[in-house]
Nanobody, 125 residues
Framework: QVQLVESGGGLVQAGGSLRLSCAAS????????MGWFRQAPGKERELVAA????????YIADSVKGRFTISRDNAKNPVFLQMNSLKPEDTAVYYC??????????????????WGQGTQVTVSS
């Protein structure tokens, strides 16, 4: 059974950093595009960052560009989201998602087949 597990969330002060990790089990995700989404209370789920199966192409949302970086290690399956200069508006539950895709980077949540349970990120002002 395929499972994605996020870790690394927590409480941090504005301006601080966190590194989220997404570990995959059940199969090798080296041919899967991966994405990080977030959902704040009362808001729709939004794509924060995504990375192609090879790691050669990435997408970063404008709202976090210059502060967040996505990377992956196909040898060990995890995908990382490095979050720097965090702001209170970054507070949300962050989800890891995966889809088997060799071309392009999926940008819509309904394009992803597998989802983690989410990890809470809270940024205090």
């Amino acid at each position: 059974q395929v499972q994605l597990v996020e870790s690394g969330g927590g409480l941090v002060q504005a301006g601080g950093s966190l590194r989220l990790s997404c570990a995959a089990s059940g199969r090798t995700f080296s041919t899967y595009a991966m994405g990080w989404f977030r959902q704040a209370p009362g808001k729709e789920r939004e794509l924060v960052a995504a990375i192609s199966w090879s790691g050669g192409n990435t997408y970063i949302a404008d709202s976090v560009k210059g502060r967040f970086t996505i990377s992956r290690d196909n040898a060990k399956n995890p995908v990382f989201l490095q979050m720097n200069s965090l702001k209170p508006e970054d507070t949300a539950v962050y989800y890891c998602a995966a889809v088997r895709r060799r071309l392009g980077i999926p940008l819509m949540s309904d394009e992803y087949d597998y989802w983690g349970q989410g990890t809470q990120v809270t940024v205090s002002s």
